[in-house]
């Protein structure tokens, strides 16, 4: 059956106009602007410029430095997406149905979300802290190991911390999603499986997951596209991307070469690159993902 | 099989219990640390259920400043963006969903990719034109930034939701007599509350915890909004831990608050299995 | 076909709470905007922006306070704002403001942005205002150095702390160690006084990545101390035998967990006021917050000789400048003047504890009730601490501050050798 066979030419326009305007107004400008900067040399302003054509992105191109950002990103995002939605899912599964002290624990799922993002990654970095922190003196209490765990001080360590604190973030919204996504699923579905003879893992297979699929499409696809291009606070407050820059996501980067060592053509470089893997990712995902669900 | 089934509640119970603990502990040590005394910040052992209790440190986090202000002022921006995102987003992820035209795919992707760019990138240039527009200082104009930052996942969001109501729904509404925004309004939102009342809280949550652009716009202290007052607990030479643990369980209780108000709305389809037509 | 059901609360009623919310909060927006504050018609009528982060920090706001009350006393019909972001954001916004050409009319700048300003051409010359008030800056203390160029002054130091070395005598006491003198007897004492199961450290530097700056100021006391330097003049010396020995030796405090690991500068000062930490080389201003802060350990804390092989110290400065795009130059400069009389700088003496760009302005009732100041402002002022920054090199100090950073780092954290890693940052301090 084809969607969208209107007569009514005109409600897109008006539908989606004024929607779409408001973004681009607000945000093109800025970003065509941040593009420019990352072709002009360091200390470039709009009214003394100096066209360095692609000179910045070369330097960020040598840079190993990068590379290794570009790993760290793609390894965060994903395990930080995948983690969120996991858990969000397994929230909102739980949610769904009535059960004595259902109130308190959607309270509960909601509260890292409405925790200020520095707060929250104040009080895991004390938890999570090498000396002083609860996570070390509870290991070595349970006996479970002797001497201390760097969660944020061992290189190896650090980025799943950091990971950890993200997904604990993020997954409220998942969840809050994904519990709105299984109120559309109709339960005449589910107990059509029901009396089919599908257990419980079954309709979960083959009534939720298929139901929750316009949600998960889209919940993905902005879960990754946030993470990758805006994480910032988590890392900078627990490990300023550190130690030794095992920590180091792109963003971070950026914020390094724009404000810490005053790189501005560089760090719009840097921005710029961000914008156009994200775009690419979105890309594919929308063709090949997203499209097909039609 | 009962003594199974009960095992299995048992289980499931020790399970979220267990996933509950996992996600409340960071509260629970931020509501401890607002009240311990400076004397067991950094106690080690750390003191898990604390001895003594101190709220002074805590207490003076609210005499000093303009906490209540700025908690004002983030409740005006952040319902205003609520409102606004909703008018513009609803039906914009509406549109998304029924209509596919090119046109209308092309604007759908590139609300998404102003979420790309780091938004640290963003600021000089925003902050000329604002000034320009002579939005500086001004909460208006914070509004207006907050709901451009808010629309896409708005957008995308009631998207899917429309996606999962069968267009059946809307053709009946045709053969009724509705145009599409009658069909919007009166036939299908109904049918999407539980999505409407998701994107409400992102909506609030994600303006009431957004600093930077409230930063750099604001500059009046008495206009900031409390996730830009909440930095100013953080000194130059120390922190009193008590006190940004304070502020920010106050600062995370309006978003608490507001899921609680608009829970009731996700709790409507429970009852859709007894009504069948 | 099936239907849904009804949801519990009717959409009429949803929409409408929503509204008449929404409705409030666009209302209160509006006023919010409305009560912004007069703008200033005139330069004789005018409000003077001054950010100086620093204002909310105990004994700075006193002493700003009353620096804003004497000006308004001063030129009547003119005010000071304080138009502070929190300290975290500081930098960045004034940052993003100078881009923007919106820049407050007095800004602070520390070490690091001191010379990417003046190169960015973004401050205004006091010199007029500084002759005309009869002030050489010339005879200013020796951080003034860095904002000259060319004969002119660009800003002014509002502060610069010399580092000093701090000891709790309660947790030495305790130990059965007494001052340290060399520093065998230096080493000793750290060990001593370090108990990490009741998290206790003999010394506290901050070691979290992501802050160069954080971390070297904490660092280069040490690095002087063993008589080594990063830089000498130009030419970097990251290789040298004395750097490498300092390393070696804060290396050995953090593997016997003698200094705390991955906390920042702040933290420090926190455990220091605590008394978890029980020695420190830091400025003045640690001592003095400690006492306002926890006046208990405040009590214990003591100013030495420095243990460490070497004399040599540097300091870390403040200063303030006026942007070539304020708004009010002629008034901000007339501020800082009045931050430069006598009276005004023997009372940031007073109640900051910090030392101001003029000498000989410290009450000498001040140095009888602190005797161990008076090593502060011999060294203060008597040209011999360095600024941990180089900023000889100009604003490539920042790159050059967080390749030292980040081998050093690699030191403590990935057990790098330290000479293959000086050597790594020997390599990129050279190709700067």
Redesign the interface.
């Known amino acids: 059956?084809l969607?969208?066979v209107?007569s009514?030419r005109a409600?897109?326009a008006?539908?989606?106009g004024?929607?779409?305007c408001?973004?681009?107004?607000?945000?093109?400008?800025?970003?065509a602007?941040?593009v420019w900067?990352s072709f002009q040399a360091d200390g470039s302003t709009?009214d003394r410029a100096r066209w360095v054509g692609l000179a910045n992105y070369a330097v960020l191109f040598g840079d190993p430095a990068f590379a290794h950002s570009v790993l760290v990103s793609v390894v965060f995002t994903a395990a930080s997406v995948a983690g969120a939605y996991a858990a969000g899912l397994?929230?909102a599964l739980?949610?769904n149905?009535?059960f004595p002290g259902q109130?308190v624990?959607?309270?509960?799922?909601?509260?890292?979300?409405?925790?200020?993002?520095?707060?929250?990654a104040?009080?895991?970095s004390?938890?999570f802290d090498y000396?002083?922190?609860?996570f070390n003196?509870l290991l070595n209490?349970m006996s479970v190991v002797h001497g201390k765990v760097g969660f944020l001080t061992d290189p190896h360590l650090a980025l799943w911390a950091v990971v950890t604190v993200q997904i604990?973030k993020i997954f409220p919204?998942a969840a809050?999603?994904l519990?709105?996504?299984l109120?559309?699923?109709?339960?005449?579905h589910?107990?059509a499986a029901r009396v089919d003879g599908a257990g419980g893992w079954g309709v979960f297979r083959h009534v939720t997951l298929p139901?929750l699929r316009?949600?998960t499409?889209?919940?993905v696809?902005?879960l990754t596209?946030?993470v990758f291009?805006?994480s910032?606070t988590v890392i900078y407050v627990m490990t300023g991307g550190g130690p030794v820059d095992v920590t180091l996501n792109?963003?971070l980067m950026?914020?390094q070469q724009?404000?810490q060592l005053f790189h501005l053509s560089r760090?719009?470089a840097?921005?710029?690159v961000?914008?156009c893997i994200?775009?690419a990712f979105?890309?594919v995902y929308?063709r090949f993902i997203e499209a097909p669900?039609? | 099989m009962r003594i199974r089934r009960a095992g299995r509640v048992v289980l499931a119970g020790a399970g979220?219990a267990a996933?509950?603990l996992l996600?409340?502990?960071?509260?629970y040590?931020?509501l401890v640390?607002a009240l311990r005394p400076?004397?067991d910040?950094?106690?080690?052992?750390?003191k898990?259920f604390p001895g003594a209790l101190d709220p002074g440190r805590a207490l003076a986090a609210f005499k000093g400043t303009n906490i209540v202000t700025w908690l004002?002022?983030s409740?005006?921006?952040?319902?205003?963006t609520?409102?606004?995102a909703?008018i513009?987003?609803i039906?914009?992820g509406?549109?998304?969903?029924?209509?596919?035209?090119r046109?209308?795919r092309t604007?759908?992707?590139?609300?998404?990719?102003?979420?790309?760019?780091?938004?640290?990138?963003?600021?000089?240039?925003?902050?000329?034109?604002f000034?320009k527009l002579a939005l500086?200082?001004?909460?208006?104009?914070l509004?207006?930034?907050d709901?451009?930052?808010v629309?896409?996942?708005?957008?995308?969001?009631m998207?899917?939701?429309f996606?999962?109501?069968?267009?059946?729904?809307d053709e009946?509404a045709k053969v009724d007599g509705c145009?599409?925004?009658a069909t919007?309004w009166r036939v299908v939102?109904?049918?999407?509350?539980?999505?409407l009342?998701?994107v409400?809280?992102?909506a609030f949550?994600e303006t009431w915890?957004e600093f930077l652009f409230a930063?750099?716009f604001i500059?009046?202290?008495?206009?900031w909004p409390a996730?830009?007052?909440?930095?100013?607990?953080?000194?130059?030479?120390?922190?009193p831990?008590q006190q940004?643990?304070a502020?920010?369980i106050l600062?995370?209780?309006p978003?608490?608050v507001l899921?609680?108000?608009v829970?009731?709305?996700?709790?409507?389809?429970?009852?859709?299995?007894?009504?069948?037509? | 076909?099936?239907?849904?059901?009804?949801?519990?609360?009717s959409?009429r009623r949803?929409l409408a709470?929503?509204?008449s919310?929404?409705?409030?909060?666009?209302?209160?927006?509006?006023a919010?905007?409305a009560?912004?504050?007069v703008p200033a018609a005139s330069a004789q009528a005018a409000t003077v922006a001054v950010d100086e982060?620093?204002v909310?920090?105990p004994g700075y706001k006193e002493q700003l306070d009353g620096l804003d009350q004497a000006f308004a006393l001063k030129y009547p019909g003119s005010r000071i704002e304080q138009?502070s972001?929190?300290?975290?954001?500081y930098h960045q916004?004034v940052l993003?403001?100078l881009?923007?050409?919106?820049p407050p009319d007095v800004i602070r700048i520390d070490d690091p942005q001191l010379s990417y300003y003046i190169e960015q051409d973004w401050l205004e010359p006091l010199d007029p205002w500084l002759k005309g008030a009869g002030l050489d800056p010339n005879t200013f203390i020796n951080a003034q150095k860095d904002a000259m160029r060319g004969g002119r002054a660009f800003a002014v130091p509002r502060e610069s702390n010399p580092r000093v070395f701090f000891y709790n005598r309660a947790l030495y006491q305790k130990a059965g160690v007494g001052v340290p003198a060399d520093l065998a007897a230096y080493r000793e004492a750290l060990r001593k006084t370090s108990d990490?199961?009741?998290?206790q450290f003999g010394m506290g530097i901050a070691t979290k990545s992501g802050d160069p700056t954080g971390l070297m100021i904490q660092l280069m006391p040490v690095v002087l101390g063993f008589g080594g330097a990063f830089y000498d003049g130009t030419r970097p010396t990251a290789t040298d035998p004395k750097v490498i020995a300092a390393l070696r030796f804060v290396k050995d405090l953090w593997d016997n967990n003698e200094i705390p690991r991955g906390l920042d500068a702040?933290?420090i000062?926190?455990?220091v006021?605590?008394g978890?930490v029980a020695s420190i080389i830091s400025g003045s201003?640690?001592y003095f917050?400690a006492q306002k802060?926890?006046p208990a350990v405040g009590a214990q804390l003591w100013a030495g000789k420095n243990p460490l092989p070497s004399p040599a110290t540097m300091r870390a400065t403040a200063w303030w400048g006026v942007p070539k795009a304020a708004k009010h130059k002629d008034l901000a400069a007339k501020y800082m003047l009045l931050l430069l009389t006598p009276v005004q700088q023997k009372r940031q003496v007073e109640l900051t504890g910090t030392l101001p760009a003029r000498p000989g302005m410290v009450p000498a009732d001040f140095i009888a009730k602190n005797p161990w100041f008076r090593a502060v402002v011999d060294i203060g002022y008597g040209g011999k601490a360095v600024s941990y920054f180089p900023q000889q090199i100009g604003n490539k100090g920042n790159d050059a501050l967080a390749a030292i950073g980040n081998g050093v780092l690699s030191i403590l954290y990935q057990g790098a050798a330290p000479e293959r890693a000086m050597q790594d940052v020997q390599t990129k301090l050279e190709r700067l």
Do not use: C
């Open positions: 059956m969607r969208g209107r009514d409600a897109p008006v539908f989606l004024p929607a779409v408001t973004v681009l107004l607000v945000f093109l400008l800025p970003i602007l941040g900067t709009l397994i929230a739980i949610l149905r009535p109130p624990l959607s309270g509960i799922v909601i509260l890292p979300w409405a925790m200020p993002y520095v707060a929250a104040m009080i895991w004390w938890l000396q002083y922190g609860l003196y209490v604990w919204l809050v999603l519990l709105a996504g109120k559309t699923i109709p339960a005449e589910v107990d139901g316009p949600v499409v889209v919940l696809l902005l596209i946030w291009g805006r910032f792109l963003v950026t914020f724009g404000f760090a719009a840097l921005g710029t961000v914008m994200s775009a979105a890309l929308l669900a039609v | 979220i996933f509950a996600v409340v502990l960071p509260i040590w931020m640390t400076d004397a910040l950094f106690s080690y052992p750390p898990v004002r002022n409740f005006a921006v952040s319902l205003a609520t409102l606004v909703g513009l987003g039906p914009a509406y549109a998304m969903s029924r209509f596919r035209s046109a209308v604007a759908a992707a590139a609300t998404v990719i102003t979420q790309m760019m780091p938004p640290l990138l963003l600021l000089v240039p925003m902050f000329l034109v000034r500086l200082d001004n909460l208006g104009g509004v207006i930034v709901v451009a930052w629309l896409p996942l708005t957008v995308w969001m998207k899917s939701m996606d999962a109501s069968p267009p059946e729904i009946a145009g599409p925004f919007l939102l109904p049918l999407a509350l539980p999505g009342a998701a409400a809280m992102y949550i915890d930063r750099t500059t009046s202290v008495n206009l996730s830009v007052g909440l930095y100013s607990f953080e000194g130059e030479y120390l922190v831990e940004v643990m502020a920010a600062f995370a209780l978003s608490l899921f609680m108000f829970r009731k709305a996700f709790i409507g389809s429970l009852s859709a299995g007894a009504v069948k037509g | 076909m099936s239907v849904r059901a009804v949801p519990t609360i959409r949803f709470l929503t509204a919310a929404a409705g409030a909060g666009i209302a209160v927006a509006a919010g905007s009560s912004r504050g982060p620093s909310l920090q138009v972001p929190p300290f975290p954001q916004q993003t403001l881009q923007a050409g919106s990490p199961r009741s998290g702040v933290t000062n926190n455990l006021t605590q978890k201003f640690v917050q802060a926890n």
